[in-house]
Structures are given as structure tokens and as C-alpha cells.
């Protein structure tokens, strides 16, 4: 678990970052680029660890709660988008 977290935190800084200095109108441009940060991020950090057992439950469980928290972050942030004039 300690190399399952930081990957979350990491996502939910990146999203509150996307919510302040982007424009709404481009809200749903940037989550893909979170969810990519956050997968390199969980790579990195798993070459760092250099355990081998457990690797393929430890990304599984870095990128499907970034995924999570990306799902959220876009159920809040996706009407704010298409409210400003976002197009999909």
C-alpha cells in the first residue's frame, strides 16, 4: 500500500490543479493528461520499490484508483465544462 498512495494523492492534487488553473471550458482536455502523469508516476514508483511480488496488484490498484478518482473529479467537473461551452 505504501506504493499505491502516493499515486492517489498525486491524482487528487493534479485534479484540484486542473480545477483552479485551468478553464472550465478545457476541464475534460486535462484528465486524460492526469491519468497518464499518474501512470508514469506508478511505473516509477514501482521501479523504485523493486519488489517483485505483487507488482501487477499494486499497479492494478495505483491506476484503477486514479481511474476512480478521475471518474469523480469528472462527474464534478464535466457539467462546469459543458457549461462553459466545452464540446465533445
Not at 19 to 38: Q, S
Not at 57 to 80: C, D, E, K, M
Request: charged share 10%.
Amino acid at each position: 500500500m505504501r506504493s499505491v498512495v502516493p499515486v492517489w494523492i498525486l491524482t487528487i492534487l493534479a485534479v484540484i490543479a486542473v480545477g483552479v488553473f485551468v478553464t472550465p471550458a478545457e476541464f475534460l482536455v486535462f484528465m486524460p493528461v492526469v491519468l497518464g502523469l499518474a501512470l508514469l508516476v506508478t511505473f516509477g514508483i514501482q521501479i523504485v520499490v523493486r519488489e517483485r511480488k505483487g507488482f501487477v496488484n499494486r499497479v492494478s490498484a495505483s491506476v484503477g484508483g486514479a481511474v476512480v478518482i478521475l471518474a469523480l473529479a469528472t462527474v464534478v467537473l464535466g457539467p462546469l465544462a459543458f457549461a462553459a461551452g466545452a464540446k465533445l
